[in-house]
């Protein structure tokens, strides 16, 4: 059923309803000899009836209404278009499998959407930070042990993006510390490039050598806290090992039982031997 007639149908119903009910109702009053105070509840009667007809009647025709666009923006004919139909059957497997939901976390298991959610999420950063304004300062900390590429404005689209935002989000009066973290007392050129963006837009940024092993920690995957929000995001690779793309994005509270303790221990032993970079020298200091 069109939108159009589904609208009329509603009209022309509701036309009848009022007809029937005030025949009813004239009948009752002028054929017997109805005593007032039956009279006033007749029609409180009649008039409370025709609006419960309103109200089934509009969730009727909204339910007929929107069956019908959804019809409209799910058909595609697979049959006339197989290889068209198979390449929507695949995006549509993977994006039902990207979205994992628990009571108190949410998993994004898409390399794609795992980034752009990073990205929106600093996007309501930076919102919140402006509102609280600079005297209420949000405090980030984070780990990078991950791909060094993410920073690099040469080698990944999302670089420049991530440092913007950022940079958006300390000038509205946030603060950021992250560490990140090579193989090596010597950082490698990405490592490098990484800490001289992030010094750019005023991040405080240090380096730890995961070969010393001084933590407790496989570096099998990263995070990013703030404190003052209890939130907290975990970033994962789908291969083990350091320096992997990032495959995955954990959103939870960071006060999580599962996280909490494991968090605090990692980032004091982590800032505890972390150092900066000579940049110049290509060492660290």
Same mark, same amino acid.
């Given at each position: 059923?069109?939108?159009?007639?589904? /609208?009329?149908?509603?009209?022309?119903?509701?036309?009848?309803? *009022?007809?029937?009910?005030?025949?009813?109702?004239? %009948? %009752?009053? $002028?054929?017997?000899?109805?005593?007032?105070?039956?009279? @006033?509840?007749?029609?409180?009667?009649?008039?409370?009836?025709?609006?419960?007809?309103?109200?089934?009647?509009?969730?009727?025709?909204?339910?007929?209404?929107?069956?019908?666009?959804? !019809?409209? /923006?799910?058909?595609?004919?697979?049959?006339? $278009?197989? *290889?068209?139909?198979?390449?929507?059957?695949?995006?549509?497997?993977?994006?039902?499998?990207?979205?994992?939901?628990?009571?108190?976390?949410?998993?994004?298991?898409?390399?794609?959407?795992? *980034?752009?959610?990073?990205?929106?999420?600093?996007?309501?950063?930076?919102?919140?930070?402006? /509102?609280?304004?600079? @005297?209420?300062?949000?405090?980030?900390?984070?780990?990078? !042990?991950?791909?060094?590429?993410?920073?690099?404005?040469?080698?990944?689209?999302?670089?420049?993006?991530?440092?913007?935002?950022? @940079?958006?989000?300390?000038?509205?009066?946030?603060?950021?510390?992250?560490?990140?973290?090579?193989?090596?007392?010597?950082?490698?050129?990405?490592?490098?490039?990484?800490?001289?963006?992030?010094?750019?837009?005023?991040?405080?940024?240090?380096?730890?050598?995961?070969? /010393?092993?001084?933590?407790?920690?496989?570096?099998?995957?990263?995070?990013?806290?703030?404190?003052?929000?209890?939130?907290?995001?975990?970033?994962?690779?789908?291969?083990?090992?350091?320096?992997?793309?990032?495959?995955?994005?954990?959103?939870?509270?960071?006060? $999580?039982?599962?996280?909490?303790?494991? *968090?605090?221990?990692?980032?004091?032993?982590?800032?505890?031997? !972390?150092?900066?970079?000579?940049?110049?020298?290509?060492?660290?200091?």
């Amino acid at each position: 059923m069109s939108i159009r007639r589904s /609208r009329a149908l509603y009209s022309t119903l509701i036309r009848i309803i *009022i007809i029937l009910l005030g025949l009813i109702y004239g %009948l %009752l009053f $002028h054929i017997h000899k109805v005593p007032e105070e039956l009279n @006033a509840a007749i029609l409180v009667t009649l008039l409370l009836f025709m609006a419960e007809q309103f109200v089934e009647l509009g969730h009727k025709i909204s339910a007929l209404t929107f069956g019908h666009r959804e !019809s409209e /923006r799910r058909v595609f004919d697979s049959s006339r $278009h197989p *290889i068209l139909g198979m390449i929507k059957d695949l995006v549509q497997k993977e994006i039902d499998g990207s979205l994992t939901v628990d009571e108190d976390k949410f998993v994004v298991s898409n390399p794609y959407l795992a *980034i752009k959610s990073y990205a929106d999420f600093w996007k309501l950063l930076i919102a919140e930070q402006e /509102r609280l304004g600079s @005297a209420h300062r949000l405090t980030v900390e984070a780990i990078h !042990s991950c791909e060094m590429n993410i920073w690099n404005t040469g080698k990944n689209t999302w670089a420049e993006k991530l440092l913007e935002y950022q @940079a958006d989000f300390c000038r509205a009066g946030g603060s950021i510390t992250r560490i990140l973290c090579g193989q090596g007392s010597d950082p490698g050129p990405d490592t490098i490039s990484a800490y001289t963006a992030m010094k750019a837009v005023e991040i405080n940024v240090k380096y730890y050598d995961i070969l /010393r092993n001084l933590v407790t920690h496989d570096f099998e995957w990263d995070f990013l806290r703030v404190i003052e929000n209890d939130d907290l995001v975990i970033w994962s690779s789908f291969s083990r090992g350091q320096g992997k793309v990032i495959g995955r994005a954990t959103y939870c509270k960071l006060s $999580h039982p599962e996280y909490k303790e494991v *968090i605090d221990e990692i980032w004091k032993d982590i800032s505890k031997y !972390s150092v900066k970079i000579d940049v110049e020298g290509a060492k660290t200091m």
